[in-house]
């Protein structure tokens, strides 16, 4: 077996790896809540009685990206003045 064939019989045999995502959300100190979350020119607005944990998962839902591997970096808004 010539080392040709040896590397098409080990990568053949390599199991793909699953797409890696990493989501960051930027959370400043102190008891303010965002009103907002903006990723990439994309503001993602927190609705009426809506949690912190149900909006960072509606962030997520919302850039769900098809690359291999993909990083998002959410930024919070504080105050509907600065949207």
Known sequence: MNIKTRLAK???SIIKAESVRIVR????PGDTEPICY???GLEITRQPNESIEALQERCIETTQCSDDFQQHVFCPIYDSELL
């Open 10 to 12: 080990l990568e053949s």
């Open 25 to 28: 959300f930027i959370i400043d």
């Open 38 to 40: 903006t990723c990439e």
